[in-house]
């Protein structure tokens, strides 16, 4: 039961001012800009929007700064905001074989068209402190090569002529949305995927780790990895025609996976999908991985009881501010729970007292 | 689809040029062009999202991926010509500009508007994506193969 306690107005009103202030920090210090952090802090701001679901740099950049880098709490500022927002359609599938690529790779085909292209990347960094950094300085401009801006086709495309790589067929159904209609079981893969791009990236991380360690082992190579921006285009129904409304940068993760067949299904390389809002990499590849293990059903796979193959528990237990406000809201006030509480427990004591002390008079 | 001819293929284009741009691109080439013209609201400029879909499996059924912000409007000009915008962000201002701007594509002014907003805008466009492609081109791997011991 929940009763209002009056009284806390003072402290809680008091409590924010000093929160203003911390955030702050100490003034002889320059004020961060939400410019500042858009451009400096990008792979922050890109996990707010992915996980956030709202593709808007500006609106994370501010909320980190309100969150004080806090990135759970930043998340749960802009999923707020996105439910005051009139939803005005939504866009056409984006097609990520027309991408303008910064990073393709692929670990399972050394020469595939258009190459590997590393991009800015963490990867073969040292991991060494760099502590010019620390000091203000010019960086040297990134050079620069002649570059083909055609469309780089999706790898599988291409390497699938004898067949033994499970096709995704062009399908045309509308998808279920998890923002208009609560997550129930049994979730197709479309909405196991809106569920999963969304998800806590720490989550999909180890999810997917353990299935990399023998929990629904599923051997899972990157088929290919590309980060790059994509136009979104949506029909406009006052025009009567599509047009592109905006350009987004994604990052998709497919991968091929080693499968011996099934009773339904023929030995083949199967696939796991992740696309994901931003420069994200580890988490599309997570995300990659733990669809794959989701698949199992359909695949005609043997369920082995790996939780990353029980989609109730990987989708209900991913989402970030489902969980955090579950498990916040026990530090709340909970006086008159309690009490009740309070109340059992000594009834309990008593009896068992008064038993051992019949007992003992025995 | 692509390769039929589209009576809308310019618009369309007019269109995506000018909800892709930076913030105050539009307003500023707009009002460098041109005094602007009386008009109406049809539909004052409101900020909402857009649901974004992929393909599963980059070729598959749809799914929804996450919303993006977006700002439209709608107006007529006195001649009676309408203007739509619908471009990405929160952006009261360059939508307005995107609006009048698709309104005055459709009146004499064209050819004008054509080479003080809409040429400029391609450019920057393609140098920016220009820019990227030859960055990421010299990040591009060239393998060799070393001579093995057993040939």
């Known amino acids: 039961m929940y009763v209002a306690v009056k009284g806390g107005e003072r402290a809680i009103q008091n409590a924010h001012a000093w929160l203003a202030e911390e955030r702050r920090g100490d003034t002889s210090v320059a004020e961060l800009s939400v410019a500042q952090i858009r451009e400096q802090l990008s792979l922050a701001v890109n996990r707010v929007m992915a996980e956030g679901s709202l593709y808007d740099p500006d609106l994370a950049a501010l909320a980190i700064k309100q969150a004080r880098g806090d990135l759970i709490e930043a998340i749960f500022l802009i999923r707020a905001y996105r439910t005051t927002l009139p939803r005005f359609g939504a866009s056409a599938p984006v097609d990520t074989g027309e991408m303008a690529c910064d990073r393709r790779i692929s670990a399972t085909f050394k020469d595939l068209p258009g190459g590997q292209v590393l991009g800015p990347t963490f990867d073969y960094t040292h991991r060494l402190l760099d502590f010019k950094l620390a000091a203000e300085g010019e960086i040297a401009e990134a050079p620069r090569r002649e570059a083909d801006q055609g469309p780089v086709p999706h790898v599988t495309e291409f390497l699938n002529k004898e067949g033994l790589i499970e096709e995704a067929p062009r399908d045309d159904t509308t998808p279920p949305d998890l923002t208009r209609e609560p997550l129930e079981m049994p979730a197709d893969r479309a909405l196991r995927l809106q569920a999963l791009t969304r998800a806590d990236e720490g989550f999909t991380l180890s999810m997917a780790y353990s299935t990399q360690r023998g929990y629904a082992r599923n051997h899972a190579f990157v088929g290919e990895l590309r980060i790059g921006t994509v136009p979104v285009e949506m029909e406009i129904p006052e025009l009567g025609f599509d047009i592109e409304i905006g350009e987004i940068t994604l990052t998709e993760c497919e991968t091929v996976n080693q499968f011996k067949g099934s009773k339904t299904e023929p030995p083949q390389f199967t696939r796991g999908y992740g696309l994901v809002f931003g420069q994200t990499e580890r988490k599309a590849i997570s995300m990659a991985l733990v669809d794959r293990a989701l698949r199992w059903e359909e695949l005609g796979e043997d369920n082995v009881g790996a939780p990353a193959q029980d989609a109730e528990f990987v989708l209900y237990h991913a989402d970030n501010i489902q969980a955090t406000g579950f498990l916040e809201h026990i530090k709340l006030p909970h006086y008159v729970d309690f009490q009740s509480e309070l109340e059992l427990v000594r009834k309990l004591r008593r009896e068992v007292e008064a038993t051992q002390h019949r007992e003992a008079a025995e | ?151």
């Open chain 2, 1 to 151: 689809m692509k390769d039929s001819f589209d009576p809308n293929a310019d618009r369309k284009a007019w269109m995506g040029l000018m909800a892709k741009a930076p913030e105050g691109r539009v307003t500023a080439l707009l009002d460098a062009a041109l005094t602007r013209p009386a008009f109406t609201w049809l539909r004052a400029p409101e900020v909402g999202s857009v649901m974004v879909r992929g393909h599963t499996g980059g070729t598959g059924a749809p799914f929804n991926l996450g919303e993006m912000t977006v700002t439209r409007c709608a107006l007529t000009l006195d001649t009676g010509e309408v203007g739509h915008a619908y471009i990405q962000g929160r952006r009261k201002g360059d939508a307005e500009a995107a609006a009048l701007v698709d309104a005055l594509m459709q009146t004499e002014r064209a050819a004008d508007l054509r080479a003080k907003v809409l040429d400029p805008l391609a450019r920057e466009q393609a140098q920016r994506r220009t820019d990227r492609a030859e960055k990421a081109a010299a990040t591009k791997v060239d393998f060799f193969t070393m001579v093995r011991g057993e040939d």
